[in-house]
Each structure stands twice: as C-alpha cells, then as structure tokens.
C-alpha cells in the first residue's frame, strides 16, 4: 500500500490531528524501501511484511445487529487472514445463533480464528460489575444496548487476546473490497503513525516519555458513497452526517488552536476544514489508546473519541480531568481517504439519520472546553434544523432546556479490573443465557 501524505496538521497538545492522507496503490509490491516517520509531503510505500507484521497484532471488532447475514458474511471475508475477527452481536436469539453459526463455517473453510459475543448476555454483564465497570449495566443487569457500548466489548476482548491493535468495521458494509482496504489502511496508518519519531518540541513536552513509541489512530475517509439519484449513478464524496458534523468539528478545533490572523499566517499552512472524519465508523488504533479514551454512548462514540483527546490530553487547555503533560504519550491521528466506494445500509430512514447527526453534534456542544461563541451558534443551528424532529420511534433528539439529549461518557477502560474480567468469565460462561457467552471458533475446529 502506498499513502500520498498531507503537510497539514493540527498539534493540541500532546495530539497531532493530521490532514487526510490519501491511498495512492492498493499494493506497493512486496519489497519496499523501509520507512519510519511523518514526512511532511511526498508520499510513503508499505511492504506486504510490514502490514503481515501489524495485522498479526490486529483485532477487526465487528459491531451487529439484525444485520442481513449475506452482507455480513461478505464483511468476513473482506478481512485480512491474519486479523482477529470479533464479532459483537445485540441482534435477537435467533439472529444471533444464525450468526454465530455463520461465523463458525466461516473460520472453519478459512482455517482461522473467531470470537462472537452476544452483548446482552447476562453472563458478560456480571464480569464488567465483578472488574469494576458498574455504569455500563443497566438496571436488568445486562450490559447497555449502544453501538459504543459494543465496541467497549470489542475492545475488552481483543485485550484479553494479547492483541496491539484493534480496529472497526460496521457489519452493514456491502463491499467486501472496501473491508479488506480499509483493514490494509489501519496496518498501513498504525505502523506510519506508531513509528514517527519524536521531535525536540515532543521531548521538551514529554520529558518523561522521549523513548516511548507515540499513540496511534486511524480514521477513514471513504472515497465516495453511490446512490440512485433521478435515475442516475451518483458518487457523493460526503454523507449529511459527515457534512454537517465535520463542519462544526472543524469550527470546534479551529476555535482551540486559534487559526492566525491574514499577517501571521504568511508562509505558513492553515488548517481550514482539516478533520473529514469526524464520523469515522471505520477507524483503528493501539489497544493501549483504547484502554485510555472515554467511550460515548451509542452513536456519539465516534465524534467523541476526537473530542476526549482534545479534553484531556490538550494539555493548556485547563481541563481538569486532562493528563498530565509529563506523562502523556504523542498521539498521532492520520485520517486517509480510501479508494474503493463505501455501500451500505441506507434503509433505517431519516429518523435514523437526524439521530446520528445531533448525537454527534452534541458531543461538541456539551465539551468542557467549547468556545462559547462556537457553542451559541451551534445551539441556534440545532433549533434551526431539528427542533421539530425526533429519532427512531419518537425517540427525543433535546432535553427540556433545549440542548441535545447526553449522557455522560463511561469511564476509560484502564479502570477496568482485567483478571477479575477474565476470572469470572472462565468460572460463568455455562450460566450464559444466550448462545455460548463468548464463542472461540479455533484454527483446524
């Protein structure tokens, strides 16, 4: 794989948010000179061992719910052999054994390893109460419905896997060329973004962490996304929740890094629109990032994960839950816009999308360190489009004073008591309720 880079970046902090990278060869062939580092423009090629080396450390965490199994098994078989595939499933009984069924035949004609979970399985919500994750159960004693909550799961058990990496793709993805190429972007990205070497201004801002490898993540730009428009073929480069949740993430990071005025900024690069992935289902990064970053509820976890690193490792920004500077890790971000076309799903209606959209919006607007201007032209944009509508099944998108519905984000999971997790779901996993708890489908199985 071979990216072309991008000069752009935006450093908060103990985080550099890199302008989108583009794929430039899907395969760069299989000898490549070596490279390590962020170089500021040109482009950088990756051997076929270099991403064999990072996919071997990569766990594709797979979130599902009453997807169409053809469509899922064709995301199976979009995913590098060498990956770990976890599949997190909140779909009905019945769904759920199919599946697991499906993924069974899968690692079985394949000759590889697979993990499904079920995420309501009693069973699994006892181990998060037992290790310490109590805000995660509800009230009937099952872990939280959400796409994020799900992703936590994911997380978790790639951990308990002995996994470096972990990525996500969404199960409604129709391309299985799409799956395989953004997985070849997270080995591709993580190993770019985990070996870029330290600058001096790093070492004078992390004197504590100078020989230490930064934190990486890696955030999708589809290439386009096609849809029947009066009876023609369109490829839209942007969805309207990309558009409108992009936007208002870049007057967010714009008004914290305090783009210089016309004299100053002479000979130097601006940031303008800089993120194009503020709703990246597709992103990957280091288990370690992982175990750090706050996870929102249900569709915020995306937008969020961008706006918890600017909280609370922008260092000067006063923040009183921020990491301290002395211990902090660099954390590079790099979005890469891919090639293949991303189709899915489109039949969950509008309800479904104006959700997703003030979710997203909402996680800017309840941010601690929100500009207040930026903050009151959000509200006036929020009343403006969705004050009338509502989401899925009535769902209310706006609390009663009028700000988008929140729930405060669940603690990172480095809180998380690992070996009493691990304990108590070897010692439960008969007493599940659904399926088999957590299902390993073996090598040779």
Known sequence: MRFETNPKVASVGSVDIHGTYVVKELDAGHFVEPHDGLPASGNVAFSHETLRDIETQLAIVIPCMKEDRTILDGVLHGVPHECLIIIVSNSDENDYREECILLQRFCEDTDRTGIIVH???????????????????????????????GMMIGVVIAKLKGKAYVGFIDADNRVPGSVHEYCKVYAAGLHHATNAPQTQTDCDHNKHATDVKPHSMVRIKWNSKPKIQNGQLEFATSGRCSILVNQWMNEYLNAIVKEPSSQEMAGTVTLGGLIETANAGEHAMDIDLAFKLRFARDYAVEPFQLVDLLERYGDQLGDSNAASSTSARKINVLQVKTRNPHIHDIGKGEEHIWD???????????????????KARLQKNL??????KTGPNGK??????????????????????????????????KSMEIGQGIVVFEKGE
């Open 383 to 388: 009343t403006e489009e969705f004050s009338t």
């Open 356 to 374: 997703m959209q003030v979710q997203g919006l909402g996680t800017i607007f309840h941010s601690k360190i929100l500009e207040a201007d930026v």
């Open 396 to 429: 209310p998108l706006f609390d009663a004073t009028g700000a988008p519905k929140w729930d405060e984000p669940y603690s990172p999971l480095e809180g998380l008591r690992l070996e009493a997790f691990e304990k108590f779901m070897e010692n439960t996993t």
């Open 119 to 149: 995420q309501k399985d009693k069973g699994l919500a006892a181990a998060f109460l037992a290790a310490g994750m109590k805000n995660l159960v509800d009230e009937e004693g099952r872990v939280r419905n959400g796409k994020g909550e």
